[in-house]
Structure formats: structure tokens, C-alpha cells
């Protein structure tokens, strides 16, 4: 096959058409194939040599090999079923004719054969094929419908080729995808030439995962080896087990905020995302030590009893401390309920503690060495991704607050292919965390603690997950607090990234803090597209507010009209 020397992109979509098979480029450019293409063998020696692939993303990574996608026609093309009968492994059969066929090029398959999404791999060289009729791009998957909005096998070309370019090309479901970047901008390791012998071999990267790390005892799941002989009451309590979650809490409204006629919620752009950046994470494994000196500067996790104590801030104008309010959440929960005992926090938490006037003493701690902000390259990614993207839709950071309040409210009926892919990349950010703590699929030989697959990466670490969400939720807790130093506004409930407060006008615009001038409260919610900056998430009557609480309901969860936040992934 002649190669392509003018043209390279990360992947093409393949269709048959009038029994030809074509490539669609994400320029939305087509190449007819050669007649020797007949079988996924053939179609992997024509990727590799018209070029395609993607370049390192660090200099020390590797460049990705190509990416086909096979539409129905071009399954049916290559000899595939267009369904899997094997419903429950969801792969075809390793004697099926198109995996002897590969066999038998040379070709070998990744432990998940031929599936949804396979790995082919010959030598040094690499393969990806995604089968669209299999749901490659299910809603499982968590690419925001991309192949069911583009029209046409070009338009899905070009959406999944703008993905490429602005995060990484697809290597399966959005999560995997998040944690896949992970390693792209920080490798683990690199290969390193020994002078004496000649031979080359691998050593660590400084900066990066490259060995799989045990949590510490509180931060173990209970499936893990780690969590092996832990009674159900220690699972279930904060005293032996970790529980840094989103906050999701909300409480009746007060007298004065009954005579008021709206609920407006707010939502964090990409919080956890935002919460990534520059944060602090431990490399290493834990260390256990008893009685420490709290540092903000260690990360790990703290044993610290909160119970009872005072929360404080200090006034915007006085600089004197102040109680909050009774109703306030607490920052130390999940259900923002005071804390009753002892429990087990991050370093963020327990810093959010500090700054809030409490006395911090920690009665023990699992502490980690190398201290390091793992996650910025990362961060700085996602977030260009992510503003690039808004900005293909017409929303850019020197927006008026008006302007962007508008357009984000008018964003349904936007471009649906820009909005797969923006969602598409949300979802690399928020399920490349989650899978940092993976937990186990079915049964396992060897019982409930036997080991499972994900546990051999590097990059399976629920201390770092925790963080980022500790980090996440300490962080809106802060802005709640400036919101009410600067108007009195104490929030009626909140889900995660969505907080609610009681309003007098029907706008998000009438409840973020401002400075005397006008402007935005440092360190206060702001309006804007960024990540950590917030837009509105829906307005109600407070009527509704109060039917939706007696039903025991969180209200965030439904305060956009038509919207199920929590069904949607939220």
C-alpha cells in the first residue's frame, strides 16, 4: 500500500458505500480504500501506512496508533455480525472467522478480543478499532449521544477528531479515556540507554505514578485486600473508614425566606476539574503515625474529632471572627450534618477546618511523601478542551454576565455535535476520576477481598480521588461562606456543584457576592464559563422548593426544569 505523505489525523470513520469502502477524515475529506482492504487485518496495515496516529502528548509518552471506527456498513463489510450474541462478555467468540483471520496476519488482541472497542497490536505497533452497531459510543459510555447527533459518518469523523485534537483520540468509554491522559501527559516511566552494556530499560518518571500504591487502611473500599477483617460497624463508620464525598444536604426555609418568591440554583462549572488544579497529592504510599502536628503541606489522611466544634469566619469589614449561622452545612459531611466523633478527612478538609477558626489536633494520620501537583498537565488539557469548545459555541470568558447567562440558557438548541463533544469532555474529567477508585465487576475467584484488574495500575488511587473531592466540596463550602459575609444568604440545599438559595429576584445575578464597586467577591461564587466559575442552573418558586423537600427529595437535583441530575450522571 502506497503511503500517505501529505495528510496525518488520529482516526477516520469507515463505511462501505456501493460495496467500496471509504474513509471519512476529520477535515471532512474522503479516501476510497484500496480493493485489498477486505477484513480488519488489511484495514490496520492500511491505517499504519497512510499515517494515521497521533503524536506524544509528553516527551517521554508514546504516539497513539491509528483509530477505526467501523459504522454498520463497514462491519458488515469486514465479515463482523452487526450484534454480539455473547450479551454478557460482550465479545465474539475467540474461533470467530475475523479473529483467526487477525491471528493468522500476524495480529494480536488485548485480553478483551474483539469487542465494542479492540486493541490490536503487532510488534511495537498499535490498533484501535471501535464498532459503532456494538454501542462503542453507547450512553454507557459516556459520550454525550456523539454518535447518535452526527448526521452523517463525516460529521461523526470531524467531532471525533476535534476530541482528539483537544484532549486525546478515543480509547474507549470517556472514563477510561480521562485516566488514559492521565498517563499520556505524565508517563510513568521512560526508557533509558545503560552506557556500559548497550541495552536499554525503563526507570520512573519524577512527577508520576509508575508503580500501583495500597491505599491506607481508612481509605480502602470494602472490597479491597487492604479492607480484609473489617467488621460491618468499622465499614460503616467515619471512625475506621474514609468518607469524603459530595455534599448533599438541604433543610426547610426560614420565615423571613418563606416570604420570598423564588429558589435559584447555581451551578460550579466542572468542579472537580477545577478542584484538580494545583492540588497537592502523595506519590508514595502511606505512612502511619500517631498523634501528628497537622502541615497543609503533607498530603494524606487525618483522624480528627469535629464534633462540637465552632465553625468561624472573619468579617469582610471588621476582620473579627463571627460564628456562622446554626443552619449553615457543615464542611466535614456529606449530608452536612455536624460531625458526631472522630472521623477520617483529607488534608484539604482538615486545612478548610483551619481557616474556619477550629482547633485542629490529630489524634493520627496516614501520611504520604512526594508531595506533588500530579494533576495540573492534566487540568491544563481538559480545561483548554473545555474552553475551546465553549467557544465554538459562542461562549468566551469576556462575555457580560448577562450575555453568558443567556447564552448558556439558550444552549440546548445549540450545535449538537459541539455539545457531544463538550460533554464528551466533561466526562473524561469527572469519570477519569471515578475510575481512580474502580471497584470490582462480578464475582471474583478468591472470594470478596481477592484482588481485581484495576488494582495493577498505577493510577488506581482513591487517596487522590478523595482529594479532589474533598478539594471540590471544602471549595464550595468556601464560596457559600463568602456568599453569606457579604449578603447574609445561607443556602438552602446543595448537590454536589448545584447550591440553592432562597431570592427575591428570578436571577442567579441577585445572589453571587459583590464587592462595594460592584464586582465580583474574590473567592466568592462568580459568574463566567471557566472552570470553577458558576452559570444558572434553573429557578423555581419557593412553593416548589417546599413540596420537593416534603417529598424528602433534594431539590438540586431537580431545579432545572426537565432535568434529572442525578439520572444524567450528575
Given at each position: 500500500?502506497?503511503?500517505?505523505t501529505?495528510?496525518?489525523?488520529?482516526?477516520?470513520?469507515?463505511?462501505a458505500?456501493?460495496?467500496?469502502?471509504?474513509?471519512?477524515r476529520?477535515?471532512?475529506?474522503?479516501?476510497e480504500?484500496?480493493?485489498?482492504?477486505?477484513?480488519?487485518?488489511?484495514?490496520?496495515?492500511?491505517?499504519l501506512?497512510?499515517?494515521?496516529?497521533?503524536?506524544?502528548?509528553?516527551?517521554?509518552?508514546?504516539?497513539s496508533?491509528?483509530?477505526l471506527?467501523l459504522?454498520?456498513?463497514a462491519?458488515?463489510a469486514?465479515?463482523?455480525?452487526?450484534e454480539?450474541?455473547d450479551?454478557k462478555?460482550?465479545?465474539?467468540?475467540?474461533?470467530h472467522?475475523?479473529?483467526?483471520?487477525l491471528t493468522?496476519?500476524?495480529?494480536?488482541?488485548s485480553r478483551?478480543?474483539?469487542?465494542?472497542?479492540?486493541?490490536?497490536?503487532?510488534?511495537?505497533e498499535?490498533?484501535?478499532?471501535?464498532?459503532?452497531p456494538?454501542?462503542?459510543?453507547?450512553?454507557?459510555?459516556?459520550w454525550?449521544?456523539i454518535?447518535?447527533v452526527?448526521?452523517?459518518?463525516?460529521?461523526?469523523?470531524?467531532?471525533?477528531g476535534?476530541?482528539?485534537?483537544?484532549?486525546?483520540?478515543?480509547?474507549?468509554s470517556t472514563a477510561?479515556?480521562?485516566?488514559?491522559?492521565?498517563?499520556?501527559?505524565?508517563?510513568?516511566?521512560r526508557?533509558?540507554?545503560?552506557?556500559?552494556?548497550?541495552?536499554m530499560?525503563?526507570?520512573p518518571?519524577?512527577?508520576?505514578?509508575?508503580?500501583?500504591?495500597?491505599?491506607?487502611?481508612?481509605?480502602?473500599?470494602d472490597?479491597?485486600?487492604?479492607?480484609?477483617?473489617?467488621?460491618?460497624?468499622?465499614?460503616?463508620?467515619?471512625?475506621h473508614?474514609q468518607f469524603?464525598?459530595?455534599?448533599a444536604?438541604w433543610?426547610?426555609?426560614?420565615?423571613?425566606?418563606?416570604?420570598l418568591?423564588?429558589?435559584?440554583?447555581?451551578?460550579?462549572?466542572?468542579?472537580?476539574?477545577?478542584?484538580?488544579?494545583?492540588?497537592t497529592?502523595?506519590?508514595?504510599a502511606?505512612?502511619?503515625?500517631?498523634?501528628?502536628?497537622f502541615?497543609?503541606?503533607i498530603?494524606g489522611?487525618?483522624?480528627?474529632?469535629?464534633s462540637?466544634?465552632r465553625?468561624?469566619?472573619?468579617?469582610l469589614?471588621?476582620?473579627?471572627w463571627?460564628?456562622?449561622p446554626?443552619?449553615?452545612?457543615?464542611?466535614?459531611?456529606p449530608?452536612g450534618?455536624?460531625?458526631t466523633g472522630?472521623a477520617?478527612?483529607?488534608?484539604?478538609?482538615?486545612?478548610?477546618a483551619?481557616?474556619?477558626g477550629?482547633?485542629?489536633?490529630?489524634?493520627?494520620?496516614?501520611?504520604r511523601p512526594?508531595?506533588?501537583?500530579?494533576?495540573?498537565?492534566?487540568?491544563e488539557?481538559?480545561?483548554?478542551?473545555?474552553?475551546?469548545?465553549?467557544?465554538?459555541?459562542?461562549?468566551?470568558?469576556?462575555?457580560?454576565?448577562?450575555?453568558?447567562?443567556?447564552?448558556?440558557?439558550?444552549?440546548?438548541?445549540?450545535?449538537?455535535?459541539?455539545?457531544?463533544v463538550?460533554?464528551?469532555?466533561k466526562?473524561?474529567?469527572k469519570?477519569?476520576?471515578g475510575?481512580m477508585r474502580?471497584?470490582?465487576?462480578?464475582?471474583r475467584?478468591g472470594?470478596r477481598?481477592?484482588?481485581?484488574?484495576?488494582?495493577?495500575?498505577?493510577?488506581?488511587?482513591?487517596?487522590i480521588?478523595?482529594?479532589?473531592?474533598?478539594?471540590?466540596?471544602?471549595?464550595?463550602?468556601?464560596?457559600m461562606?463568602?456568599?453569606?459575609?457579604?449578603?447574609?444568604?445561607v443556602?438552602l440545599?446543595?448537590?454536589?456543584?448545584c447550591?440553592?438559595?432562597?431570592?427575591?429576584?428570578?436571577?442567579?445575578?441577585?445572589?453571587?457576592?459583590r464587592?462595594?464597586?460592584?464586582?465580583?467577591?474574590?473567592?466568592?461564587?462568580?459568574?463566567?464559563?471557566n472552570?470553577?466559575?458558576c452559570?444558572?442552573?434553573?429557578v423555581?418558586?419557593?412553593?416548589w422548593?417546599?413540596?420537593?423537600i416534603?417529598?424528602?427529595?433534594?431539590?438540586?437535583?431537580?431545579i432545572?426544569?426537565g432535568?434529572?441530575?442525578?439520572a444524567?450522571?450528575?
Open positions: 500500500m502506497t503511503p500517505n501529505t495528510y496525518t489525523a488520529p482516526l477516520v470513520v469507515l463505511e458505500i456501493d460495496g467500496t469502502l471509504v474513509a471519512h476529520p477535515d471532512v475529506q474522503r479516501v480504500l484500496p480493493a485489498e482492504v477486505t477484513d480488519l487485518a488489511s484495514a490496520a496495515a492500511w491505517a501506512a497512510y499515517g494515521l496516529g497521533s503524536a506524544r502528548l509528553h516527551k517521554f509518552g508514546e504516539d496508533g491509528p483509530l471506527v459504522t454498520e456498513s462491519t458488515v469486514f465479515g463482523l455480525p452487526v454480539i450474541e450479551r462478555n460482550l465479545r465474539l467468540p475467540a474461533d472467522p475475523a479473529a483467526v483471520a493468522e496476519a500476524g495480529w494480536s488482541l478483551a478480543g474483539l469487542a465494542p472497542w479492540s486493541l490490536l497490536f503487532k510488534g511495537r498499535e490498533v484501535r478499532i471501535a464498532v459503532l456494538w454501542d462503542a459510543f453507547g450512553d454507557h459510555m459516556r454525550g449521544g454518535a447518535d452526527a448526521s452523517t459518518p463525516s460529521a461523526l469523523a470531524y467531532s471525533l476535534l476530541y482528539a485534537e483537544r484532549v486525546l483520540s478515543p480509547t474507549g477510561g479515556c480521562g485516566l488514559a491522559l492521565m498517563e499520556a501527559v505524565r508517563p510513568p516511566t526508557i533509558v540507554f545503560e552506557k556500559g552494556t548497550g541495552r530499560h525503563r526507570e518518571i519524577e512527577g508520576s505514578l509508575s508503580v500501583p500504591v495500597d491505599p491506607a487502611p481508612p481509605e480502602a473500599i472490597e479491597h485486600p487492604v479492607a480484609e477483617g473489617r467488621t460491618r460497624e468499622e465499614a460503616e463508620s467515619p471512625a473508614v469524603e464525598e459530595v455534599l444536604w433543610r426547610e426555609p426560614t420565615e423571613e425566606e418563606r416570604r418568591p423564588y429558589v435559584v440554583g447555581l451551578d460550579i462549572n466542572t468542579a472537580f476539574l477545577a478542584a484538580s488544579n494545583r492540588l497529592v502523595g506519590l508514595g502511606a505512612e502511619y503515625t500517631d498523634g501528628p502536628a502541615d497543609k503541606k498530603p489522611t487525618w483522624l480528627v474529632d469535629f462540637g466544634v465553625l468561624r469566619t472573619r468579617d469589614a471588621t476582620k473579627q463571627k460564628e456562622l446554626e443552619h449553615f452545612p457543615s464542611p466535614f459531611t449530608t450534618a455536624a460531625p472522630p477520617w478527612y483529607t488534608t484539604q478538609t482538615v486545612a478548610y483551619v481557616e474556619l477550629v482547633d485542629v489536633r490529630p489524634i493520627a494520620g496516614w501520611l512526594q508531595p506533588f501537583g500530579y494533576l495540573n498537565l492534566w487540568y488539557r481538559l480545561q483548554g478542551a473545555y474552553m475551546e469548545t465553549l467557544a465554538d459555541l459562542g461562549i468566551t470568558p469576556d462575555m457580560p454576565e448577562e450575555k453568558f447567562l443567556d447564552a448558556m440558557e439558550s444552549l440546548g438548541s445549540a450545535d449538537p455535535e459541539a455539545l457531544a463538550l460533554s464528551a469532555i466526562q473524561t474529567a469519570g477519569g476520576l475510575k474502580e471497584r470490582p465487576r462480578g464475582k475467584a472470594g477481598h481477592a484482588p481485581w484488574p484495576a488494582l495493577k495500575r498505577p493510577t488506581w488511587r482513591a487517596d480521588r478523595a482529594a479532589v473531592i474533598s478539594a471540590a466540596r471544602v471549595g464550595g463550602h468556601r464560596k461562606v463568602k456568599t453569606w459575609n457579604a449578603n447574609g444568604l443556602p440545599a446543595v448537590l454536589s456543584d447550591v440553592i438559595y432562597a431570592s427575591a429576584y428570578p436571577t442567579v445575578r441577585a445572589v453571587v457576592p464587592t462595594p464597586e460592584g464586582g465580583p467577591l474574590s473567592g466568592g461564587f462568580r459568574i463566567g464559563p472552570p470553577g466559575y452559570k444558572q442552573e434553573g423555581r418558586p419557593l412553593a422548593y417546599v413540596e420537593t416534603g417529598k424528602g427529595l433534594n431539590p438540586g437535583r431537580y432545572k426544569a432535568r434529572d441530575a442525578v444524567e450522571g450528575e
